[in-house]
């Protein structure tokens, strides 16, 4: 395995992209992960940029250019590490973890991958809710899922988009007894958050390719079982053509 730290960790209360001072004490690092998903990143990190004091971005070696690119936007802010991609998300977000614990970090994460994303609205109000539940205890905050689908070629076409009735734990103080558990939806351990259930929206976006992409993904990465009849042939093809892995599958797509 090979890590790559293409910029140093210094926290500091000044954005020097945008002169942002943040007039308070308190670190955020945006924790995020992925393998050539450049697309999905560029339309929003410019923004987070300025609300929080680091972006780690665990990449799979990614061609496309997205780590050149997160340092490009996100100067002296950016920590990449470069792992072997594995679907194997636990394993993959517990790289940001194990990092923040060897260097002992204090303060707080907000957690997200490529296609989820943060609005101007909801990273400014996570600064200034953070304080306020300190207070009361609550070291994690659940957000409200927006998901949005777009269309597969321009994804500025929305076909629809609506709150759904969950809430996701994406912002917690950080403890070096944390760890991630669990395929394909992983779980926090190792220590007990108190979770404050905000009116904070977070946006999942989505396209239908990308809904389908996803589910078969999941199906390998789960390895279960429990699935309807027709995953359950699914899986039979897959082993007569000896495709065990998501990255095997996906190449015959390709084809």
Known sequence: LIRRKICGLHFLNTDQNKNTVFNDNINIIYCMMGCNKLHEIKPYLKEVCSYVNK?????GFSTDGSPEYINSICP???II???EWKDKFSEFRNHYLNYLKEINYNGWCIISDTDEHFPKESLEKIRDLIPQIEKEGYTGVSVQVEDILIDDENRNKIFSRNINEYWKSLIFKYNSNLQYQGEPHETLIGHKIKWYRSNIIY???RSQLHIYTRAVENFFISNSNRYSEKWTEFRQLCTN??????KEFWKLYEV
């Open 241 to 246: 053509h000896n495709l065990n892995t998501f």
């Open 203 to 205: 946006q999942h976006i």
């Open 76 to 78: 002296n802010k950016t």
């Open 81 to 83: 590490i470069q792992e």
């Open 55 to 59: 972006i780690i971005h665990v990449d």
